[in-house]
T-cell receptor, first 111, second 110 residues
Framework: ELKVEQNPLFLSMQEGKNYTIYCNYS?????LYWYRQDPGKSLESLFV?????AVKQEGRLMASLDTKARLSTLHITAAVHDLSATYFC???????????FGTGTRLTIIP | DVKVTQSSRYLVKRTGEKVFLECVQD?????MFWYRQDPGLGLRLIYF???????EKGDIPEGYSVSREKKERFSLILESASTNQTSMYLC?????????FGPGTRLTVT
């Protein structure tokens, strides 16, 4: 059974700081997705990582994938308040587009 | 833009009632999914469908059934609602991997 673990589960950081969210998964996969969820809202797709070494960047967020280590990271650079949200990683472990989600990281940016 | 819509944002039902949650997507996606989201548990897959009239169980199918009579529509059915089915229900559709989510239905069973 595929397991996806994120850490930390909760993260409170000051504006302007850098930090990284980690996503580990238990079986071989080269398809990993990052989503953002604002309170009371649905999930919004952030990044799609489809191969070992893939790196995607959008604004202050950068995601990478290391399939050999079964690890993806979501790096936040110079955080701003608008990035406060819950971030989920999800892995396609079977190649059939069925995703297994991590439990999410609730990020709070403090002014 | 892909649009996934769900029939209700908020729903309150009584224990034992039959509940229908509807999901419609407008991008001709083959795959559709139903999840429930609970605090501390992330998203858990209930059922998914790869094509019309096809369905497969996800990780927590007990107490639920689904129907897909048309490609754009995927329905989740709670045959006899129970209080432990109080949750946020999210529908998604996908093609070539990336899933697009609807706004969610917050169901309360009293």
């Amino acid at each position: 059974e595929l397991k996806v673990e994120q850490n930390p589960l909760f993260l409170s950081m000051q504006e302007g700081k850098n930090y990284t969210i980690y996503c580990n998964y238990s079986t071989t996969s080269d398809r990993l997705y990052w989503y953002r969820q604002d309170p009371g809202k649905s999930l919004e797709s952030l990044f799609v990582l489809l191969s070992n070494g893939a790196v995607k960047q959008e604004g202050r967020l950068m995601a990478s994938l290391d399939t050999k280590a079964r690890l993806s990271t979501l790096h936040i650079t110079a955080a701003v308040h608008d990035l406060s949200a819950t971030y989920f990683c999800a892995v396609d472990g079977s190649g059939n587009e069925k995703l297994t989600f991590g439990t999410g990281t609730r990020l709070t940016i403090i002014p | 833009d892909v649009k996934v819509t769900q029939s209700s944002r908020y729903l309150v039902k009584r224990t034992g009632e039959k509940v229908f949650l509807e999901c419609v997507q407008d991008m001709d996606h083959e795959n559709m999914f139903w999840y429930r989201q609970d605090p501390g548990l992330g998203l858990r897959l209930i059922y998914f469908s790869y094509d019309v009239k096809m369905k497969e169980k996800g990780d927590i199918p007990e107490g639920y059934s689904v129907s897909r009579e048309k490609k754009e529509r995927f329905s989740l059915i709670l045959e006899s609602a129970s209080t432990n089915q109080t949750s946020m229900y999210l529908c998604a559709s996908s093609s070539v991997g990336e899933q697009y989510f609807g706004p969610g239905t917050r169901l309360t069973v009293t």
